[in-house]
């Protein structure tokens, strides 16, 4: 079982990325999925989270009206779309799924299964 997440990258300030949640062997159709970042020093934290319907989506403060979650489950695909990104959005980007909701979404200990996370660095 493995997720594999994708699209990071160098970007200036202000540009844009978009990261990509691939999974290998198992759906995603049941799975709630997280994005977590962990930039170097400091404790994992919650992005955003979709839940399996995709009705329920949740943005860390953060990132809100910047950064925009998405699932295409015929691709068994989750996407984060990155906007107007900052130097202080600098980070390895992982993500995760748990089941069906996002409750609790930023606690660690809910997700079943990881990927391996993608190197995200903004320059100022």
């Known amino acids: 079982v493995q997720l594999q997440a994708s699209g990071g990258g160098l970007v200036q300030a202000g540009g844009s990325l978009r990261l990509s949640c691939a999974a290998s062997e198992f759906t995603l159709d049941y799975y709630a999925i997280g994005w977590f970042r962990q930039a170097p020093g400091k404790e994992r934290e919650g992005v955003s989270c979709?839940?399996?319907?995709?009705?329920?989506?949740h943005y860390a403060d953060f990132v809100k009206g910047r950064f925009t979650i998405s699932r295409d489950n015929a691709k068994n695909t989750v996407l984060l779309q990155m906007n107007s990104l900052k130097p202080e959005d600098t980070a390895v980007y992982y993500c995760?799924?748990?089941?069906?909701?996002?409750?609790?979404?930023?606690?660690?200990?809910?997700?079943?299964?990881w990927g391996q996370g993608t190197l995200v660095t903004v320059s100022s």
């Open positions: 995760a799924a748990k089941d069906y909701s996002c409750s609790d979404y930023g606690s660690l200990s809910m997700y079943h299964y």
């Open positions: 979709i839940s399996s319907s995709g009705d329920s989506k």
